[in-house]
T-cell receptor, first 113, second 112 residues
Framework: DVKVTQSSRYLVKRTGEKVFLECVQDMDHENMFWYRQDPGLGLRLIYFSYDVKMKEKGDIPEGYSVSREKKERFSLILESASTNQTSMYLC????????????FGPGTRLTVT | GENVEQHPSTLSVQEGDSAVIKCTYSDSASNYFPWYKQELGKRPQLIIDIRSNVGEKKDQRIAVTLNKTAKHFSLHITETQPEDSAVYFCAATYNAGNMLTFGGGTRLMVKP
């Protein structure tokens, strides 16, 4: 059974802080993704990675960066948090042969005040 | 990139009735269309998917249909139960299958 975990379920940060969101998967998946979820907008892709140290921009990468130093771990970084980054953040992973069959983590609800 | 529109945004049905959620997509190269169910406070979970070489797929009370010519696909839930209450997301691949674009979601409420 695929397990994708995220470091925090709830996080409150102040404007301008640097924020790290961590995601770990235990199924040896090559692909990992970061989405944000906002009401009425569905899930929007921020960044994804198909291999260690590789990253690709998604649809809304502005204000975010990512790091993938190990295969099982994919970090999302908000360099200087802003109130419009208040959202639910979902991590997902998928195997190399089926990158679109994505398994999601439980999400981190981030509030920036 | 791909654009996926999903309707309706909310849907309320009586237990035992059917529910239909519709999505349209823009990229004619899309070839995989998954549906996710997200219960309150939980992660999205894949419930059914369909590939472009198939017109319909069923799994017990849920089915998905695909019309590639019209670029739309639908989720059908029959004999709805209260535990079907959730937000449902459709999605379509783009960028040579490397990415998924999601619809805006449908909140389904099944009244007992």
């Amino acid at each position: 059974d695929v397990k994708v975990t995220q470091s925090s379920r709830y996080l409150v940060k102040r404007t301008g802080e640097k924020v790290f969101l961590e995601c770990v998967q235990d199924m040896d998946h090559e692909n990992m993704f970061w989405y944000r979820q906002d009401p009425g907008l569905g899930l929007r892709l921020i960044y994804f990675s198909y291999d260690v140290k590789m990253k690709e921009k998604g649809d809304i990468p502005e204000g975010y960066s990512v790091s993938r130093e190990k295969k099982e771990r994919f970090s999302l970084i908000l360099e200087s948090a802003s109130t419009n980054q208040t959202s639910m953040y979902l991590c997902a992973s998928s195997p190399a042969g089926a990158k679109y069959e994505q398994y999601f983590g439980p999400g981190t609800r981030l509030t920036v005040t | 990139g791909e654009n996926v529109e999903q309707h309706p945004s909310t849907l309320s049905v009586q237990e035992g009735d059917s529910a239909v959620i519709k999505c349209t997509y823009s990229d004619s190269a899309s070839n995989y269309f998954p549906w996710y169910k997200q219960e309150l406070g939980k992660r999205p979970q894949l419930i059914i998917d369909i590939r472009s070489n198939v017109g319909e797929k069923k799994d017990q009370r849920i089915a998905v249909t695909l019309n590639k010519t019209a670029k739309h696909f639908s989720l059908h839930i029959t004999e709805t139960q209260p535990e079907d209450s959730a937000v449902y997301f459709c999605a379509a691949t783009y960028n040579a299958g490397n990415m998924l674009t999601f619809g805006g979601g449908t909140r389904l409420m099944v009244k007992p």
